[in-house]
T-cell receptor
C-alpha cells in the first residue's frame, strides 16, 4: 500500500539553527500539508500546498517557516531559525482530491535544545 | 467558522465493553467527516470516513454514521480490545473551503483495561 514517508524520524537541533524536514507524499497525490502536534496537545495546521504554491497557512507559519517541492517527489518544511517552542512532532500529509481523507507520514519528532 | 467538538477523555473501559466517543461539528458547507487514530508513539492513521449524510464509515470493527440532523459523527465499537488503546481524533473537511484543510477535534484518549 502506498504511504507517505518522512525523514528523519527524530531531529535534535540547537536553538537558532536551521532544520529541514523531508516528506515524500504518495505519488499521485496533488494536495500536500504540514501539521504539528506538541506533546499531548491538539493537532495544529501549518500549511497547505497545491499546484506548486501555498494555498493556505496558519498563524503559526510565520516568516521562519517555508515549504518547497523541489522536484516531483519531495515536499520539505524548513524552519530557518528554530526556537524552543518549535519542539513538536511534525506530520506531513497528502491527498489526491479535495474531500479525501489525508494520508499522514509517521512524523518527525523535532527537539530544539 | 467550522469546528469539531469531541467528548473529553480519558475514556477508560474494560475489554469487550461497548465504546462510544461523541463528535459533533459545525460547518458552513457540506463536509466530509473523518476519524483518525494515533497509537502510542506513532503517527496519525485514517480510521474511517463518511462523505455525505447518512453514510456509515467502518473499519477494524469501528463504525460512525454521518448524521446531518444532529451534526454528529459518533465513533462506536461493539467490543473493544486492549490494542484499541489510543487517541482518537474526529475531523472534518469542508467542501466550501477552497483549501479543504482538515478541522480537528481535540482528541479523546481511550484506555482499555484487560
Amino acid at each position: 500500500e502506498p504511504e507517505v514517508t518522512q525523514t528523519p524520524s527524530h531531529q535534535v537541533t540547537q536553538m537558532g539553527q536551521e532544520v529541514i524536514l523531508r516528506c515524500v507524499p504518495i505519488s499521485n497525490h496533488l494536495y500536500f500539508y504540514w501539521y504539528r502536534q506538541i506533546l499531548g496537545q491538539k493537532v495544529e495546521f501549518l500549511v497547505s500546498f497545491y499546484n506548486n504554491e501555498i494555498s493556505e497557512k496558519s498563524e503559526i507559519f510565520d516568516d521562519q517557516f517555508s515549504v518547497e517541492r523541489p522536484d516531483g517527489s519531495n515536499f520539505t518544511l524548513k524552519i530557518r531559525s528554530t526556537k524552543l517552542e518549535d519542539s513538536a512532532m511534525y506530520f506531513c500529509a497528502s491527498r489526491q482530491r479535495p474531500g479525501d481523507g489525508l494520508f499522514f507520514g509517521s512524523g518527525t519528532q523535532l527537539s530544539v535544545l | 467558522g467550522d469546528s469539531v467538538t469531541q467528548m473529553e477523555g480519558p475514556v477508560t473501559l474494560s475489554e469487550e465493553a461497548f465504546l462510544t466517543i461523541n463528535c459533533t461539528y459545525t460547518a458552513t458547507g457540506y463536509p466530509s467527516l473523518f476519524w483518525y487514530v494515533q497509537y502510542p508513539g506513532e503517527g496519525l492513521q485514517l480510521l474511517l470516513k463518511a462523505t455525505k449524510a447518512d453514510d456509515k464509515g467502518s473499519n477494524k470493527g469501528f463504525e460512525a454514521t454521518y448524521r446531518k440532523e444532529t451534526t454528529s459523527f459518533h465513533l462506536e465499537k461493539g467490543s473493544v480490545q486492549v490494542s484499541d488503546s489510543a487517541v482518537y481524533f474526529c475531523a472534518l473537511s469542508d467542501h466550501q473551503d477552497s483549501n479543504y484543510q482538515l478541522i480537528w477535534g481535540a482528541g479523546t484518549k481511550l484506555i482499555i483495561k484487560p
